[in-house]
């Protein structure tokens, strides 16, 4: 019987979407096309903060941040999603998965962490303006992102490690294009229950606890910002804040359907759009966003392009 307590798979087998298999090459290079988007964009937003001194304000110290926590959460799943559409074998080692999981777990629990916090700069930013400059001063907003980075640490490792304990002895074709929980849950042969209950005790907190911040902040943002006089004022206001509001929505919209149910009657291959769109398009969208919607950022990006066309 102890034999049985012991992990037998060695590796797993990752389905992605079998159902695209005659578009697979398609898939690939609109997945690449997306990705290279991704990066540029992203890794743009971080370069055009950092040389402007006009955006070192702690609204884009925080949005530095999304952009490069953006850039970490694909890498985590993007370049296996590749291997697996190009190869035949569409493995990952047990160690891979396990290391996969974990980031994955954290990145995404310091992601909606984050996102708080940029509705906590945005609320001192338009509701105590006189003394929004003390309250997030820079060693503030360091100490702040310091925590969140480190947050995601116990959660990932404990998610991870706990589920990796649990023997597999069975089958090992994970039905998604990465290791995530659920599905690696699944191939487990023991009682899960206690671990189930775990995790959707946590998912809910993680997704949730950020989320009642973020709706609080602009609660009290709504409330400040219809008081005002200047029409000029209240559109200001809004606009600081509608990029931010976009990608929240987006992101918890998807997390919330993908995790909050994880029994429910979502086929296999909606959960893997849903994730699909977590982990590939919104990385994608949150530069894209920010840039069209901030005149800030926007000329900061002409600015730039303007001293470069000049410099050569």
């Known amino acids: 019987m102890s034999g049985l307590n012991k992990t037998v798979v060695t590796e797993f087998i990752l389905l992605g979407f079998p159902s695209l ?9 609109m997945l690449l096309l997306i990705y290279i988007v991704t990066l540029l964009g992203n890794i743009l937003i971080i370069l055009i903060i950092m040389v402007d001194p006009a955006l070192h304000s702690p609204m884009y110290f925080f949005l530095q941040n999304l952009s490069f926590l953006d850039i970490c959460f694909t890498l985590v799943v993007v370049p296996q999603l590749f291997s697996n559409l190009l190869t035949e074998k569409k493995s990952i080692s047990f160690i ?30 338009i509701c105590n303006p006189l003394r929004y400059r003390n309250i997030m001063n820079r060693r503030v907003c360091i100490q702040v992102m310091l925590a969140l980075w480190f947050s995601g640490i116990p959660v990932g490792t404990l998610q991870t490690t706990w589920l990796f304990s649990l023997p597999f002895c069975g089958p090992n074709k994970v039905n ?26 946590a998912t809910v907190i993680i997704i949730m606890s950020p989320f009642v911040l973020i709706l609080g902040s602009y609660i009290c943002i709504l409330h400040t910002v219809l008081k005002m006089n200047s029409a000029t004022g209240r559109h200001k206001a809004f606009s600081t804040c509608s990029s931010h509001l976009i990608v929240v929505t987006l992101l918890y919209g998807t997390g919330i359907l993908a995790y909050i149910q994880p029994k429910s009657d979502y086929s296999p291959d909606v959960k893997k759009l849903l994730s699909l769109s977590y982990t590939v398009v919104t990385p994608t969208l949150n530069p894209i966003i920010y840039s069209l919607r901030n005149s800030e950022v926007k000329e900061s990006l ?4 303007g001293r470069k066309a000049i410099s050569t």
């Not at 998604?176 to 005790?201: I, K, M, N, Q, R």
């Not at 002409?302 to 392009?305: I, M, Y």
């Open 21 to 29: 298999a005659q578009f697979q090459l398609l898939f690939f290079v």
């Open 96 to 125: 891979g998965c396990m290391a996969q999981m974990f980031f994955f777990f954290s990145f995404g629990t310091v992601e909606c962490f984050l996102l708080a916090a940029m509705a906590y700069d945005r609320y001192v930013a």
């Open 176 to 201: 998604h294009f990465f290791c995530d929980g659920p599905p690696v849950l699944e191939l487990v042969c023991a009682d899960t229950s206690l671990f189930e209950t775990y995790s959707l005790t």
């Open 302 to 305: 002409w600015r730039t392009l």
